[in-house]
């Protein structure tokens, strides 16, 4: 079954305890993204891959790094949380499939910031 | 500026009837895409359909249809004959050209809640 996946789906953490969520796909797609929900706000975009070893900053990228070091993998790193990372997050991947480029998206992880 | 505006906070509708869900965007790109998403409570995002900005027919996939009028910017979303399922946060998106940087990313609105009474 094609998906993206996303580990953990809930986490409950402390200030400036790092904390690594993975997203992985196996469609095979280029591009990966994170984002961030915020209520009022919609999503947001944080980090873009467009390849492996390729990244950049989205919309808020402000405490977060990403690597993409296997073309399915994309983790989200944390360096050091604080509770203004509460939010829900999601892993998302594309490809350039009819010049449309539809992102499909993980399940969410759900991430407390105490 | 905001780039997508979605100015139904919330919205209720009868089953069995349509409802149409509103959403404008803002762009100068020639080249661009829509896209509608839903996300019931269990959180996940579901992406329910698609218009390229040179389509020339509204973009529709089965209850789902999308009222596209490139001169006003505005992609509605108009659901048929809704049913209780269809109770969840709608957002509408958009990706603008590749000269922006777009295809990377999706520009959200902040989304319309639909809540279907039976």
């Known amino acids: 079954e094609a998906q993206v996946t996303q580990n953990p789906r809930y986490l409950i953490t402390v200030t400036g305890k790092k904390l690594t969520v993975t997203c992985s796909q196996n469609?095979?797609?280029?591009?990966m993204s994170w984002y961030r929900q915020d209520p009022g706000l919609g999503l947001r975009q944080i980090y873009y891959s467009m390849n492996v070893e390729v990244t950049d900053k989205g919309d808020v990228p402000e405490g977060y790094k990403v690597s993409r070091k296997e073309k399915r993998n994309f983790p989200l790193i944390l360096e050091s949380p604080s509770p203004n990372q509460t939010s829900l997050y999601f892993c998302?991947?594309?490809?350039?499939?009819?010049?449309?480029?539809?992102?499909?998206f993980g399940p969410g992880t759900r991430l407390t910031v105490l | 500026a905001q780039k997508i505006t979605q100015t139904q906070p919330g919205m209720f509708v009868q089953e069995k009837e349509a409802v149409t869900l509103d959403c404008t965007y803002d762009t100068s790109d020639q080249s661009y895409g829509l896209f509608w998403y839903k996300q019931p409570s269990s959180g996940e995002m579901i992406f329910l359909i698609y218009?390229?900005?040179?389509?020339?027919q509204n973009a529709t996939e089965g209850r789902y249809s999308l009222n596209f009028q490139k001169a006003r910017k505005s992609a509605n979303l108009v659901i048929s004959a809704s049913q209780l399922g269809d109770s969840a946060m709608y957002f509408c998106a958009m990706r603008e050209g590749m000269f922006s940087g777009g295809y990377n990313k999706l520009i959200f609105g902040a989304g319309t809640r639909l809540a279907v009474h039976p």
């Open positions: 218009q390229g900005s040179y389509d020339e």
């Open positions: 469609m095979n797609h280029e591009y």
């Open positions: 998302a991947s594309s490809f350039k499939g009819q010049g449309i480029y539809t992102q499909y």
